[in-house]
């Protein structure tokens, strides 16, 4: 290949690795709520199923890979020896409807901030919640009242039994962090990528003819 064909495929190779991002981005926090004043929330499920869900509400910004959360909790109790708990992603668009349960363990040793991994894609404006499902369990986490997340709200359910309005002005402590999905090339790119190629087929087709 010439020298001159050589340095438009180099130009189109470098245009387009500017133009689209690797994937694998870091992720960032999306949305978040740590109350001021904190006070100690409780979901108690002491009476087996159907399990007990108690979370927070929230609305997605970035749209990408929900990869973790970050809850405050106090406590974690079995009521029961074959008492469970999970925390859970959930859309949140009418009754909680379970997503993706996280492989992490609920494993508290003290008060504090616990992450949870998970790997759901979301859409910036998708209304999901991050909640514990506790049966024969218990668990008490960070919230606060006055409905001081704009985005969201505390929700409690049991099985197809929504309490959330009994709760309305409370708020959990939660962090959601979300790994960008990679951006479209931008237009002016895309031209320059476009003329790139052109030049190595009027190239090409020189050297035939």
């Not at 363990?105 to 901030?113: I, N, Y």
């Not at 949870?116 to 404006?125: H, K, S, Y």
């Not at 009242?145 to 309305?168: E, I, L, W």
Request: net charge neutral.
């Amino acid at each position: 290949m010439r020298k001159s064909t050589m340095k438009y495929v180099l130009a189109a190779q470098l245009l387009w690795g500017w133009s689209v991002p690797n994937a694998s981005a870091t992720p960032i926090l999306d949305q978040s709520f740590v109350p001021g004043g904190m006070v100690n929330g409780l979901c108690a499920d002491i009476g087996g199923p159907p399990a007990l869900i108690c979370g927070q509400q929230f609305t997605v910004g970035v749209t990408g890979t929900l990869v973790s959360t970050e809850l405050y909790l106090l406590n974690f109790a079995l009521v029961f020896p074959s008492g469970i708990a999970s925390v859970g992603l959930y859309d949140a668009t009418g009754l909680l409807s379970l997503i993706e349960t996280s492989p992490t363990p609920l494993a508290v040793s003290g008060a504090g901030a616990y992450s949870f991994a998970f790997n759901t894609p979301v859409t910036a404006g998708q209304v999901l919640a991050v909640a514990f499902s506790v049966e024969g369990a218990s668990v008490a986490f960070g919230t606060t009242y006055g409905d001081q997340y704009p985005n969201g709200r505390a929700r409690v359910q049991s099985r197809d039994t929504d309490f959330s309005d009994s709760v309305s002005d409370a708020d959990l402590y939660f962090k959601t962090f979300v790994e960008p999905s990679a951006t479209v090339p931008e237009p002016m790119l895309l031209s320059l990528f476009g003329i790139a190629l052109t030049g190595v087929a009027a190239r090409l087709r020189r050297r035939r003819s």
